[in-house]
């Protein structure tokens, strides 16, 4: 049943319009907040995960290769005649 009244009429699509209006104002404010965090934490020195791995790699295979080198230093320092004749005397003891 429409209305006679023009004004009831007018009030609704006043109504309808402030809606739409408030609902385009949401979209917005939530957009504008969104940028601005994406910006606050673009601005931080954070990495990426996928840097955070590739450096993370690259730590161990650092790790595996002075692990690797120390066993081979060990092995050539117990090769060196110094070594071996510091290996054969007794320590020697502080007097007090």
């Given at each position: 049943?429409?209305?006679q009244n023009r004004f009831f009429d007018d009030v609704v699509r006043m109504v309808?319009?402030?809606?739409?209006?408030?609902?385009?104002m949401g979209r917005e404010a939530e957009q504008t907040m969104k940028d601005k965090v994406r910006e606050w934490v673009g601005g931080m020195d954070f990495v990426s995960r996928d840097e955070f791995?590739?450096?993370?790699?690259?730590?161990?295979?650092a790790r595996e290769?002075?692990?690797?080198?120390?066993a081979?230093?060990?092995?050539?320092?117990?090769?060196t005649p110094?070594?071996?004749?510091?290996?054969?005397k007794?320590?020697?003891?502080?007097?007090?």
């Open positions: 049943m429409q209305s309808n319009g402030a809606a739409g209006t408030f609902a385009g791995e590739a450096v993370k790699a690259m730590a161990i295979v290769e002075n692990v690797a080198l120390k081979r230093l060990d092995a050539m320092q117990a090769d110094k070594a071996k004749s510091a290996a054969k007794p320590a020697a003891k502080k007097k007090s």
